[in-house]
Structure formats: C-alpha cells, structure tokens
C-alpha cells in the first residue's frame, strides 16, 4: 500500500470516528423516545436536505411558538374545589364514569355507566391540567432539543418547576384522592391511570439538559418528586390495589414503576416490575392476539389500543435494561407481537369489529401502535397499514421528527 492510499484510508478513519462521536454526544438518553432516532433526525435537518421533515419541524415549532405565546402555566392549586385533606397541594378527581343515581334523593351513592363520561367531573381542574401540562411540556422540550431556542428551555422549564418543584404551586406526590367516587369514597387506586404519561415528563426533562433554565439542581429536584411518587405507588394501600388490576389499569402502573424507576436509578425496581408485566401477558392476552378483559368494555376498540400501547411502552422501556420483551412468549404462547397481528384484519376489513363500542372508531393511537411494531418487529407491512387508516396522524410532524 502506498503513502497516498495510507494518507487517504487515515483521514477516512478520523472522519468516521468524528463523525461517530459527534453523533454518541448528541445520543439525548430517553427512555421512550429512541434517543438514537431522534439524533439521527436532528442531524438530517441540519443538513436541511430532507424537505418533508424541514416542513414537519417548521410545522412543530409553529405549535411550539403558539404554547409559549399562550404563556399557560399549570397547578394543582388552580381548583376551587379543596380536597377531603385541607390540601389543595394534593390532586384530586372524580371517577369519570359514575352518575347520581336518580332513585335517591341526594343522588348518593353514585352509581356507574361504563364509558359515559359525567360532566361533573370537570369541575375539578387536576386532571385536564395535569393532562395539558404533560402535552405542553412534551411539545416545548422537544422543541428545545431540535432548535436549542432557549425560549422553549425557559417556557418547558418552568412548567416543570410550577407542577413539581415550586413551593407554592407543586402539587404533593401521591394520589390519595384520585377518582373518587361521591358518596362511596374519596380516592381509588384507579386514579391512578391518570398519571399513566408521567414517562412523558421524565423525556422532556432529559431533553432539556444542557439549556441554562434548566438546571442540574432542578432534575435533582424532579428525580427526588418521582422518587416520592414511586415510593408512594409501591407503598400505599391505593398503590397496591392498583398493582393487582387485571386490564389497563394494571398495564399502566407497571409503566409508571419501570419509568420512574429508570429516572431515579432504581433498575432493580424496574427489572421486578418487568417480571410482573410478563404474568400479565400471559393472564390478559388470549393465545389468538385478543384482549377479554378490555373486549368486555363499552369502549372495547378504545381500550383494546390504549392497553396494547401500555405493553409496547413497556417493551420499549426495557430495552433500556437490554430485556427483550418484543420477543417475549409465554410458555402457553401469548405474546405482544400477537397482540398487533390480532388488530391487523380489522383494519384491513378483512374482520368487522362486532365488540359493544359505544363511541366511533378513531385510528390515531392505532397508528402509533403500528409505527411503533413497524420498528420493533422491522416490518414495513405495519407502516403501510398505518399510513391507510389514518394519512394525517401518520404524516404528523410529531411523528416525522421522532420516527
């Protein structure tokens, strides 16, 4: 080999090797959002050479742009409504799905109507804030991490500060009062399904780490408010009756204890939870693909999507610990992957979907089920079908920037 051609492959190598670690340092470290992707896309717009995702970020930011002119900042202490504890640091909700009864005078007890959600319900603010925090603070810090604007550092930042650090305005970390139901109690475990996003919080902050408004003291902050609040759902009476769910519910605790474990480095909490997600593939989940417990529902297509998207973001969460739960079978053969298959004929047309379904089909939760398998399982076959239920949720600048 000549000097020329020895010159030419060594400046090769440091140009790989730059390259590789430009791309490693820019690796954000989330833990549902697929760090690698997001660079990779970051990286691709500055280049500018991909016109679809250059219009999909201008698109986001435009939305980004209109949050922070909103200026709307969220609080547990914004309800007028003070809870059984005096506190109105505490969250506090009623049960979506229990209305007076009409036989008694007082309406009391409540009385349920699955899928019916009681207007009522909207007189206590926690939820729907806590639910538009979440959104909000999800939009602006990935806002942030593509343009490293620190109008959106400042504007995520301090929506973080006000629901979980800020003396004043914090909310407490439990959720004893949570879906209470009038007349029969003041909290349930199933009020916990209402803090099932919380994963999404914990990605926004890592993707603000490194804007000068959001601080290594304030993530300590947050990591000691997830501690609590992981504390709380494995310690308290309301916890642990949430954790013996046998539908959603229970597919949705075992969320929040991986990805809170995972904030907090607390991988051994995380890795025994996973345990507790296999039993419940193999008690939830028929051989065929099929989903009783959430098929017997009023809403039976809504949750059937809502309770499979909890197992994928648990797969997801696990390969933060290098666990394997795309491939996961159990010994009677149900498994996540047969989950998504089972949905497949339906949305093809090949199936009608005859299961009680008191409200019209929607297809945008299913689209992100089917983004997500695509990836997962590498089939392309899901992201075709993806793309013919639902061409606008698919084409999303969400989905164009973090897929």
Known sequence: MNLINSAKIFWIIVFLCQNYLFFAQNVPKTIVFNGEVLAKNQKILSEGKDSEKVN??????????????????????????????GDKHDY??????????SSKPNGLPYIRRDGERNPELNKIS??????????????????????????????????????????????????NFGQGI????????????????????????????????WSENDEKGLKKWFSDYLKWLIESPIGKDESDEHNNHGTHYDVQIISLALFTEQPEIAKKQLDETKKRIKSQFQADGSQPHELARTVSWGY????????????????????????????????????????????????????????????EETVKILKIAAKAYVNPAYEDLAKKIDAESYQSAIYQLTF
């Open 56 to 85: 999909a970020l201008k698109t986001f930011l435009a939305h980004a742009d209109k949050i922070v002119k909103k200026g709307k900042f969220y609080s547990v202490m914004d309800k007028t409504i003070v809870p059984p504890s």
């Open 92 to 101: 506090m909700s009623q049960a979506p799905y229990w209305w007076p009864d």
């Open 126 to 175: 926690d939820h729907e804030e806590m639910s538009e925090m979440i959104e909000d603070v999800g939009t602006i810090a990935l806002a942030y991490y593509f343009s490293k604007d620190e109008k959106y550092g400042q504007h995520a930042a301090r929506l973080l500060k006000t629901w979980f650090l800020d003396k004043e305005t914090r909310q407490n970390p439990h959720l």
């Open 182 to 213: 009038p007349g029969i109690n003041t909290g349930r475990g199933i009020g916990i399904i209402e803090t099932r996003f919380l994963y999404q919080v914990i990605d926004a902050a890592i993707l603000l780490r490194g804007s000068k408004n």
């Open 304 to 363: 059937t999507n809502m309770n499979l998207l909890g197992f994928l973001t648990i797969a997801r969460l696990a390969e933060n610990l290098k666990i394997d739960l795309w491939q996961f079978e159990t010994d009677d053969a149900k498994s996540i992957k047969k989950c998504v298959d089972w949905l497949v004929p339906f949305l093809k047309n090949e199936k009608t979907w005859t299961h009680k379904q008191i409200k019209k089909i929607t297809y």
